[in-house]
């Protein structure tokens, strides 16, 4: 199997790398952890833990990165992620329940974030003229421009890290983790009950 590791760089190819530790060239932390775990559990599954450790640690650079990038511009990641909704929504609107289950987190949490950005003139809170029981959460024009800035920001944040990796890694990354996400989450626009995995579930 061909691997090229490094955008720019030389390529590292490695033969028949089927398992854990087989491919030639560095070896990275988490093959160091792998080794010790294999040690005090030989029974364990050394692929699903080497797996499992190098997406979380990826997360966390990735996430450092953005946090980085974003403390420069003095911004909070929850402010990244309720413009991000607010822009996807139509008319760059949401109602609150539906900007509620975008953000995942409690009402009075996505209340306080709304008014925090109201406060700063990037969005308004409209009564639903369909049902005045609801509540429409709308960006305005400067909301609509920051968003599309901390966009910016963020692209430039996962581009320091991912942009590391060869354009045809990145496509076959991507591809193994749609694969993933949809084992997990099922495919999209398709309501699925959540699989519960137990010890010793496989895949079929």
Request: charge should be negative; include cysteine.
């Amino acid at each position: 199997m061909d691997e090229t590791l490094v955008a720019g760089g030389t390529e590292t190819v490695a033969e028949g790398c089927d398992g854990i530790g087989a491919a030639p060239g560095p070896r990275d932390q988490v093959d160091m952890l792998v080794d010790f775990w294999a040690r005090e559990n030989p029974h364990l599954d050394a692929q699903v833990k080497a797996l499992g450790i190098r997406l979380r640690r990826a997360a966390h650079h990735l996430e450092r990165a953005l946090r980085r990038e974003l403390g420069q511009n003095d911004t909070d990641v929850w402010e990244l992620e309720v413009l991000m909704a607010l822009r996807r929504g139509a008319g760059h609107c949401l109602s609150a329940g539906e900007l509620l289950k975008e953000s995942q987190v409690t009402s009075g949490a996505i209340t306080n974030r709304v008014a925090r950005l109201e406060e700063r003139g990037w969005a308004r809170r409209d009564v639903d003229p369909s049902d005045r029981r609801h509540v429409l959460v709308t960006l305005t024009p400067e909301g609509v421009a920051r968003a599309d800035k901390l966009l910016a920001t963020k692209t430039q944040a996962d581009q320091a890290v991912l942009g590391l990796l060869a354009p045809r890694v990145q496509e076959r990354l991507n591809n193994d983790l749609r694969a993933l996400l949809i084992a997990i989450e099922g495919p999209a626009g398709v309501d699925v009950v959540p699989v519960k995995h137990r010890r010793g579930d496989t895949a079929p």
